[in-house]
């Protein structure tokens, strides 16, 4: 016969699946284990880190069943304000950089549209300048190469990728003003 303290869920929830080679009496031992183990711990609690509703019994750090999170890990009696207490020093820092990117935004954007502005009549110019250039007979390999990708976007451009990611310019007055913060 199989002693109920001496189970532990997972155990008992192995022996529950074959049941073949088993006694009534362990089948009720270990179904006692399962059904005193959720009576303790309720099944639809939402997890407060994660919002899960699987719930796990699993080994905890001192070595203890605890009944966990199956998508965060975290204990059950793990609380709304430790994770306030957890997130807190992340939540200031992307509170400063959204202030950061606000002030950025206010001072750059209008500069920024500008300079597009004009950097895109002076790329059209340039590029029909070499089209011309090329009809009449003068240009070189470099000359032509750029005409015939002219129609390329120039986000897909080689040297766009970096610049893209980075925020261009921007990127150090964007450190510039999460530091003053």
Same mark, same amino acid.
């Given at each position: 016969m199989l002693a109920e303290a001496a189970l532990t869920v997972r155990e008992a929830r192995? &022996? %529950?699946q074959?049941?073949?080679? %088993?006694?009534?009496?362990?089948i009720d031992a270990a179904q006692k284990v399962v059904d005193r183990?959720?009576?303790?711990?309720?099944?639809?609690k939402v997890c407060v880190a994660c919002g899960s509703m699987r719930w796990e019994e699993r080994t905890g750090q001192s070595?203890? %069943?605890?009944? /966990?999170?199956?998508?965060?890990?975290?204990?059950?009696?793990?609380t709304r304000e430790q994770l306030f207490a957890e997130q807190a020093?992340?939540?200031?820092?992307?509170?400063? =950089?959204?202030?950061?990117?606000?002030?950025?935004?206010?001072?750059? &954007?209008?500069p920024s549209v500008t300079a597009a502005?004009?950097?895109?009549? /002076?790329?059209?110019?340039?590029? /029909?300048?070499l089209g011309w250039l090329i009809r009449q007979g003068h240009g070189d390999a470099r000359a032509a190469r750029l005409l015939q990708e002219?129609?390329?976007p120039p986000s897909r451009w080689p040297e766009a990728a970096p610049a893209a990611a980075s925020g261009?310019? %921007? /990127?150090? =007055?964007?450190?510039? &003003?999460e530091g003053e913060q």
């Open positions: 192995g &022996l %529950l074959d049941t073949s080679r %088993l006694s009534p009496e362990a183990f959720y009576a303790e711990h309720p099944r639809h070595g203890d %069943l605890i009944w /966990a999170c199956m998508g965060c890990h975290r204990s059950a009696d793990f020093p992340t939540r200031a820092t992307d509170a400063k =950089r959204t202030v950061a990117i606000r002030q950025l935004a206010e001072a750059e &954007l209008e502005l004009e950097a895109r009549i /002076a790329y059209v110019n340039a590029i /029909a300048a002219a129609d390329t261009g310019r %921007l /990127a150090a =007055r964007l450190a510039e &003003l």
